[in-house]
């Protein structure tokens, strides 16, 4: 394991995500269509959401916040109206799943407050060369453990998939985990293979996998509500169909755009959203 701490700096970085592609092409959000909210979770744990941007998970203790994820920019001056009515203690560490604007964008804000942002060291390499601003001051390579309000907390990178710096969260004693969008959940399934992010379809799956090797019931996806281990193993049984449907076109010489109006009438057009388009999939899946 290595950690670094370094100084925050530079512009922020302007998500896109797989929810901003559907309200752009006018489409309903997979994620519902209401504005910011939060829920309880637990007796110290809940939830800010919106139908627009990622979520942001909330664990409170005697003498300090925790966020997992930050939302936009623009969301930040509501997030903390929801937050402070549950906690008026400050904000010691925000936690970023993924460099994408919808979970990173609110940064800067808490930064000036105080807080440590935590992320893998390939998310804040990406967000340094988009010139991000709030940048991470901890980060990892490939697991981390730290103890927030008495409770274990296991960061992982487990590897490519939506990008190439996702981070996973284990809380092992209430057998949680938080996927950040390797599983962004949605209705039907959301993914955004992020190439120019160093995501990978052909990854995500082993990624997925060792995912669910850990011990946990209840998963908090990136996007969407609290659910459980068996939709994210339909979530996982989905890419590897995908996988296979695809290989097996691109065998016998069909067209990308054959290809990907094929998988997407097979699995829903939000379940398959390339970036920068098709041929790094066909590359990988040869």
């Not at 309880?40 to 941007?53: E, F, G, H």
């Not at 937050?83 to 919808?102: A, E, F, I």
């Amino acid at each position: 394991m290595s950690i670094r701490k370094t100084c925050a700096a530079a512009a922020l970085l302007a998500g896109l995500t797989a929810t901003g592609t559907a309200l752009a092409q006018g489409r309903p959000s997979p994620f519902g269509n209401f504005e910011l909210k939060i829920e309880q979770v637990a007796d110290d744990l809940y939830m800010i959401r919106s139908s627009a941007s990622g979520n942001i998970t909330v664990f409170t203790s005697d003498d300090g916040v925790l966020l997992v994820d930050s939302k936009f920019a623009n969301e930040n001056e509501r997030a903390m109206e929801l937050l402070r009515t549950v906690t008026d203690l400050p904000v010691k560490y925000v936690v970023n799943t993924h460099m994408h604007g919808d979970h990173t964008g609110g940064n800067i804000a808490f930064e000036a407050l105080g807080a440590d942002i935590v992320a893998t060291e390939n998310a804040r390499k990406r967000m340094a060369d988009a010139q991000a601003m709030g940048l991470p001051s901890i980060t990892f390579d490939d697991h981390l453990r730290i103890y927030f309000g008495g409770r274990a907390m296991d960061f992982y990178w487990f590897g490519r998939g939506h990008t190439d710096g996702d981070l996973v969260i284990h809380l092992p004693e209430e057998r949680l985990v938080l996927a950040g969008d390797l599983f962004a959940g949605g209705d039907p399934f959301v993914r955004l293979i992020d190439y120019n992010g160093g995501g990978s379809l052909a990854e995500w799956s082993g990624t997925l996998e060792k995912v669910l090797a850990l011990d946990f019931d209840r998963v908090i996806p990136g996007h969407s509500e609290l659910t459980d281990r068996a939709r994210m193993q339909a979530y996982l049984d989905q890419i590897v169909q995908m996988q296979d449907l695809i290989r097996e076109m691109h065998a016998a010489g069909r067209s990308p755009e054959d290809i990907q109006e094929a998988v997407n009438n097979e699995f829903g057009r939000m379940a398959f959203v390339v970036l920068p388009g098709i041929e790094p999939v066909l590359d990988e899946l040869e």
